[in-house]
């Protein structure tokens, strides 16, 4: 158990730090001493550690990484981990930061040489080595000496990151070497020297690494195995995740008195879960479970109502993860509209029930569409209950900060400071975010992205529609959770309707849990399975949009709905303006240019109208809740297909039909996708009978299969090096490079198109009076930080209707500049009566790719 009288007193450890101070208040009134300060990031160093329950977690990294120890190496290794937040800012003992940035003169004849200046983090990294490589080296066992010394060297390497980005561990290593190219870590050193010399008569040892140390150091942190690699990465993110957290709650306590007691954790569990289960829909299934589940296999056959499906597959997926609530993953198969949203809320409230100290849930959803429309079905059991809805946020660039919708403008600074920290740090209970936000807090190695690492831990996180990540990622991507689900007791339930077992691509031995044994069951059940009827007349060979649009005339009458879907937006865009020229129904463009205020809208008018033809791109594989009747889609990938067949006949009140054509070739938008190649497509008639069959697992089999054989080719692409020389070694910069979840390199500007805009239900926006208030906040220099960084959040979620990203070579006039947004007034000349951006008065015909 970690515990507060395991903190050393600096003033015991360097007596003249208490001379020293850390900041400078606002007000002008009493500074706060590094002592003071050192105090405060204690206490939430510890309360954090104690109310997210994470003893437990450093118990299992010790046991686990380091081996079996003495009970005095265990007691040291508590010590090392504890005091990296006593010393991260030791080195504001610094002549120079005492007196460029306190104002206080102090030892300026000490004053650090070189490119030190007035840094501190660098010179805390070598006071807090040399004081643990000291006591390290009175440890009597090699191997346990061995194994902390590297701890040693890892700490007092977050203590230097942590007022920046996290740089390659190795490059901090050998910056203690004089000649090496960035040998900030030797002034370190030497000042140390003389500070000792000079200031303490010599007292005290002086660390020294030797290169052959440095170099079997290295050596051991990336050997092993990935799931050791992994859980080492892991450490490292959780423990510089929790020391500047504590930095930023101690200094924000100071600074504005503000004081964080709670840390996002889930209260009152049992309310939130009654609350549930008083819902209709709960209450028709939990009297369907004591009447009649499960229902006999041959009566389930002849079943035509799919709310029965729905029930009988909520109450399986239930029963199993019951069963197997002690495995960390879980597989959610279940088809498209089989209500796989409700079935994964009612799982992640089982897990928090089952005590073991599950605390918070994540909801990651591949679009910010899908997050919102969650958002809404949490509103719709929540809505009555104020203290639940409190605990919920949708953490994006769409919603401002939690909190901050209601705010005036008499609103103290403290409330700034409590909505900000909260949205840095993630503390909410249940998180609604996407999958680029969690890669952002895994992987990312900016200060921010790091910010709510620590939040992860005793959690549950829903990620839906997996198979949208790029399938390069898949083998990383099931290494690192399966490793991290262990290191920080997370349950992670992944759920599509097309769902790869991503077994086969790690040699982690954690067993996963199917939820869905018998998928059979559902997916091939007449509801599910002849829902939809797809067509390849149109396949035979190229087309052209005039002959796409002859078919869909022929097809097109009064009472249908018709979606079709393009792989690429100018296409989209073109066949629009053409089938609006040959139609006298309604036609509609949803693309990635389309607001989330668009979408809206046009979702609310497939619901009114009895025929409408809407024209889409990818952005309604997942992510939209529509239901037509007839569907067009370009080919490509065969999980796009199925996504797409969900569209259509939803409701399964009637019947549907899709049909595929080959007009764009998908290569050039999915590039190093195995899936796009032929043999994987609707070109292929085995492909066309596992459409038909839902017999998913034989299409993966052999994607998976080919994923793994790049994989353990000696190349860039090689899965093991990756994880001994980029994730074990520590190389933050070369990890987040690889999981980046979007490759986009096409080089864009931002332009903004004021005009009014219509929000159902809450009257007009209007883009001119948005920006105003951006320009107006951004000239604001009297306005508290906080408050100002409040505040523009919630003004640029207002702007992100009206920007849209645009080629370099856009050709427009433009009113005003701020930043990399080109402002211009007259917005709605570029919109047609629909409200759709005409991008050819901007692209002069260049061809632009979702």
């Keep these: 158990m970690l515990r507060k009288d395991m903190y050393i007193a600096l003033e015991e450890f360097e007596p003249n730090i208490s001379e020293c101070y850390a900041h400078l208040p606002l007000d002008g009134g009493k500074k706060e001493t590094v002592i003071e300060h050192t105090k405060l990031c204690q206490k939430y160093f510890l309360n954090i550690i104690q109310q997210k329950k994470l003893d437990k977690v450093f118990i299992r990294f010790r046991e686990k990484y380091l081996g079996s120890m003495s009970s005095d190496t265990e007691i040291l290794f508590d010590s090392i981990l504890m005091n990296v937040v006593t010393f991260h800012d030791m080195g504001k003992i610094n002549p120079l930061f005492q007196i460029k940035k306190m104002k206080h003169k102090w030892h300026p004849e000490i004053a650090p040489e070189g490119n030190l200046g007035s840094k501190h983090s660098i010179l805390s990294a070598a006071f807090y080595l040399d004081y643990f490589l000291c006591r390290v080296g009175e440890v009597e066992n090699k191997e346990e000496k061995r194994r902390l010394k590297d701890l040693v060297f890892i700490h007092s390497f977050l203590i230097a990151r942590h007022h920046g980005v996290m740089k390659e561990f190795k490059e901090y290593v050998y910056s203690f070497d004089e000649d090496s190219e960035s040998n900030l870590g030797w002034y370190a050193k030497k000042w140390l020297d003389s500070w000792k010399e000079k200031v303490e008569d010599g007292a005290g040892s002086i660390f020294t690494i030797k290169d052959r140390e440095k170099k079997n150091s290295l050596q051991r942190i990336g050997a092993g195995d990935t799931k050791r690699q992994v859980w080492l990465y892991g450490y490292s993110r959780l423990l510089y995740s929790l020391l500047v957290a504590s930095d930023y709650y101690a200094t924000t306590e100071f600074m504005s008195g503000v004081e964080i007691k709670t840390f996002g954790n889930i209260e ?62 879980f597989y959610l198969e279940a088809p498209t509209g089989s209500g796989k949203s409700n079935t994964s809320i009612n799982l992640s409230f089982q897990l928090l029930s089952m005590g073991e100290g599950l605390q918070k849930i994540f909801y990651i959803y591949p679009f910010n569409t899908l997050v919102e429309q969650n958002m809404e079905t949490l509103r719709k059991v929540f809505g009555d209950y104020e203290k639940t809805m409190a605990q919920i946020a949708v953490v994006n660039s769409l919603v401002p900060i939690k909190g901050s919708e209601e705010l005036y403008d008499t609103e103290s600074q403290k409330k700034f400071q409590e909505l900000l920290l909260d949205r840095q740090f993630l503390n909410y209970p249940l998180v609604l975010s996407t999958h680029v936000s969690l890669f952002r807090t895994l992987f990312g190695n900016g200060r921010e992205d790091l910010f709510g690492f620590h939040q992860l831990c005793n959690s549950v996180i829903v990620l839906d529609e997996i198979q949208s990540y790029k399938n390069e990622l898949w083998s990383e991507i099931i290494t690192f959770l399966k490793g991290f689900a262990q290191l920080l007791n997370i349950k992670v339930i992944i759920m599509s309707a097309t769902l790869p077992n991503l077994e086969i691509l790690t040699d982690n031995r954690l067993g996963a849990v199917n939820l869905i044994n018998d998928r059979e069951k559902y997916f091939n059940h007449p509801v599910f399975a002849k829902r939809v009827v797809p067509n390849y007349e149109l396949l035979q060979e190229k087309i052209t949009l005039e002959l796409l649009a002859e078919h869909m005339i022929e097809h097109v009458q009064e009472g249908k709905k018709i979606l ?211 320009k107006e906040l951004l000239l604001n220099e009297e306005m508290e930080f906080a408050e100002k960084k409040v505040r523009l959040y919630k003004v640029r979620s207002s702007m992100n209707v009206f920007l849209y990203q645009l080629s370099k070579n856009a050709v427009f006039d433009w009113n005003e500049q701020i930043g990399d947004i080109y402002y211009i007034e007259d917005g709605e000349a570029f919109f047609d009566e629909n409200g759709i951006l005409d991008r050819k008065k901007f692209e002069n015909g260049e061809m632009l790719f979702l």
């Design 268 to 329: 009152n569990l049992q309310d939130i879960i009654e609350q549930y289960e008083k819902t209709e829909v709960m209450k028709s299934i939990r009297t369907y479970e004591s009447s009649s589940y499960p229902m006999d296999s041959k009566e389930l056959e002849r079943q035509s109502k799919i709310n029965i499906l729905r029930t009988e597959l909520f109450l399986d997926a239930e029963r199993e993860l019951k069963e197997h609530s002690s495995q960390s993953l």
């Design 564 to 774: 079709i879907e393009f792989i690429n937006k100018s296409r989209a865009d073109g066949f629009y303006r053409l089938i609006k020229e040959k139609t006298d129904f309604e036609v509609l463009l949803m693309t990635g240019d389309s607001s989330i205020l668009d979408r809206k809208r046009m979702i609310h008018m497939t619901e009114e109208l009895e025929t409408i033809i809407l024209v889409a791109t990818q952005v309604v594989e997942a992510g939209v809740d529509i239901d037509f009747d007839i569907g067009y889609k370009d080919s490509s990938r065969l999980d796009s297909e199925e996504q797409f067949m969900g569209r259509i006949n939803r409701s399964c009140k009637r019947s549907g039909v899709v049909y595929f054509f080959d007009l764009d070739d998908a290569k050039g938008i999915y590039r190093r996708d195995i899936r796009i190649n032929p043999e994987f497509t609707l070109k292929n008639e085995t492909m066309r009978e596992i459409l038909a069959t839902k017999n998913y697992q034989n299409y993966y089999e052999q994607i998976l299969r080919i994923l793994k054989m790049r994989k353990e080719k000696a190349d860039s692409q090689n899965l093991e090096q990756f994880f001994s020389e980029c994730v074990g070694s520590l190389d933050f910069v070369k990890v987040h490079e690889r999981m980046k979840l979007i490759d986009d390199n096409r080089q864009m500007v931002s332009v903004y198109l004021a005009r009014n805009i219509k929000e159902e239900g809450a009257g007009e926006i209007d883009g001119r009076t948005v920006w105003e208030e951006y």
